[in-house]
């Protein structure tokens, strides 16, 4: 298949070791559903408390 | 495997793990700096013109808690994630050449923008030490010896800018430190001056009639002063070695350190009557030492300008195409500067008019923000084809309608009408809904909606955007990685 004229042997590397089964290099890894969760509430709760604290004055 | 990760980094390259500079501490400390720029303080300046000391706190920790844990989601994760170059993932939403329009617009009006406010920062600043060490009359304080000092600063930027990533990172970790020194020593100063019980007894510098009104225009200029960091961060997270190492220093340090710089430039404002943080510094600290904070924050602004450059010309590399790969760093870092330095001849537009020039900003990036959202963890769960995203428009499963995807472009603009409509950037006048809404947040909503919709119902079902193809066919089941 002839490689996209933007391609170069770096980029096709690149791409290759990101889409590697079992490489060190391949695409991977996720933000914790517990991590996304636990800054929301922290956010609410001080939102809350700092909105019937700040706006109260 | 003999690959360059400097030339990687400039061409938009997805970079890979092991080429990863950033873990968690150093990636927080690059946040920090970036965040604890001057640009805070200007930021709680403007703040200070709608609201008292109390609700200001209130109105920042929740505009900044909101917008940035947009921004620390999108675009952050999908950078981190793949290595990519922000406006190169955004070719999974726009297509391959409307990304580069997006790209266009959005290194041109806002990174070039800000670094320009920056630099006129610099120029108020050195122009102030100037003025205090010759005195009054040997020095005029005027707006061309302002805007000749910025020039100055986007000189040494470029020059600063050769340096590469590495640079940015070393400044980072010296100048973090620092600067949350003076943030604190200008806290303390504040209370030298002030107690807590007259700083919350303190009007604001422009008192309002409805007090409401005020607060949401200030909570709406936290959001705004938030989304502002969308087009900086995808480009610095992909140098991070792990997505959580990615997430929680813009949490920590973004959300963090802006809070508490703005806070505390609230409390200068308040008490000096000023919303100039260079005016601020001689009254607070005297003298010798007010000289010695301007100086310092004409240097941290300068590591600010160079982090900004360096994520707008990455921008421009990595989206521009092959002709813009061809040209030598140093050259295209020259180009972007140039619109910077144009900027800082009109500082009215900018610096002196911080709460307006955030609204514009705001208009442009709360439904960028919010598309990208939706279209990566909504419509894509969270996966992008890095491969696609490299090929031309003709081949890309991206590439959408010759190269454009018109359902993102009416889904930005329905959402830049949804503001304009609640908050009139120009006049700064709110409608009435606006009270109750305001101005960010609606837009976003209806961006993403309008975008979730069109892609569901047009774009699927012409079989564009490559929504049916499981991206990352290899990719492993998800761990749970380390905070590295």
Same mark, same amino acid.
């Given at each position: ?57 | ?8 980094? +400039? ?19 690059? $946040?920090?700096?970036?965040?604890? @720029? ?7 300046? +403007?703040?200070?013109?709608? %609201? ?6 209130? +109105? ?34 726009? !297509? ?5 329009? %997006? ?24 122009? $102030? ?7 009054? #009359? ?14 100055? @600063? ?55 009639? $409805? ?14 002063? !938030? ?30 350190? =802006? ?16 919303? #100039? ?15 010695? @904070? ?6 941290? $602004? ?45 500082? #009215? ?77 120009? =006049?700064?006048?709110?409608? +009435? ?44 089941? @998800? ?6």
């Amino acid at each position: 298949m002839p490689m996209p004229s933007e391609f170069d042997s770096d980029l096709e590397e690149r791409l290759t070791a990101l889409e590697a089964k079992d490489s060190p290099e391949a695409v991977s890894d996720r933000l914790p559903a517990k991590d996304f969760w636990i800054s929301v509430v922290v956010l609410t709760v001080a939102s809350v408390l700092l909105l019937v604290w700040g706006y109260s004055a | 495997m003999s690959l360059d990760t400097d030339r990687a980094a +400039s061409k938009g390259y997805p970079l890979l793990k092991s080429e990863r500079l950033w873990g968690f501490w150093k990636y927080s400390w690059v $946040n920090v700096s970036l965040a604890i @720029a001057t640009w805070a303080f200007l930021q709680g300046g +403007s703040v200070a013109t709608f %609201v008292g000391a109390k609700a200001a706190i209130a +109105s920042i920790v929740i505009g900044y808690g909101i917008s940035v844990l947009f921004v620390a989601l999108v675009p952050n994760i999908p950078s981190a994630r793949y290595g990519a170059e922000h406006f190169v993932t955004l070719r999974s939403i726009f !297509g391959v050449k409307g990304a580069r329009v %997006v790209m266009i617009v959005v290194t041109v009006f806002s990174l070039a923008a800000w670094a320009a406010i920056l630099a006129l920062m610099v120029g108020h600043a050195v122009s $102030n030490v100037v003025g205090q060490l010759l005195g009054p #009359d040997a020095w005029t304080n005027s707006s061309i010896s302002i805007t000749v000092i910025a020039l100055l @600063a986007i000189l040494v930027t470029w020059v600063l800018l050769l340096g590469g990533p590495k640079v940015i990172g070393r400044v980072g970790t010296i100048l973090a430190p620092a600067l949350v020194v003076l943030t604190i020593v200008m806290l303390i100063l504040v209370f030298t001056h002030v107690s807590w019980g007259e700083l919350i007894a303190a009007e604001p510098l422009e008192p309002a009639k $409805n007090k409401h009104l005020a607060f949401m225009l200030a909570i709406e200029l936290n959001v705004g002063g !938030g989304l502002a960091w969308w087009p900086v961060m995808g480009n610095l997270a992909r140098h991070t070695k792990s997505v959580r190492a990615a997430y929680w220093p813009n949490v920590v340090g973004i959300f963090g350190a =802006s809070v508490l710089a703005a806070i505390v430039g609230v409390f200068a404002a308040l008490t000096l009557g000023s919303e #100039d943080p260079t005016v601020w510094m001689v009254p607070l600290g005297g003298a010798v030492l007010g000289i010695a @904070a301007l100086a310092f924050i004409a240097v941290a $602004n300068l590591t600010s300008m160079v982090s900004q450059a360096y994520t707008g010309i990455s921008a421009i590399i990595g989206g521009g195409g092959a002709w813009l790969r061809r040209r030598s760093w140093a050259l295209v870092s020259f180009g972007f500067l140039v619109p910077v330095a144009v900027i800082t001849f009109f500082p #009215d537009a900018v610096y002196n008019n911080y709460g307006r020039f955030v609204s514009w900003i705001a208009i442009a990036l709360a439904p960028l923000c919010a598309v990208q959202l939706v279209d990566f963890f909504l419509l894509r769960r969270g996966r992008l084809d890095p491969r696609e995203l490299y090929k031309s428009a003709e081949e890309s499963g991206y590439g959408y309608w010759k190269g454009y995807n018109p359902v993102a472009f009416v889904a930005v603009a329905a959402g830049s009408i949804a503001y304009v409509s609640l908050l009139n950037p120009v =006049s700064y006048t709110p409608s +009435s809904l606006f009270i109750y809404l305001g101005a960010s947040i609606p837009s976003m909503l209806v961006a993403g909606i309008l975008y979730y919709l069109g892609t569901l119902y047009v774009v699927k079902r012409a079989g564009k955007g490559a929504y049916s193809v499981r991206a990352s066919p290899v990719e492993k089941p @998800a761990d749970q990685p380390r905070m590295n």
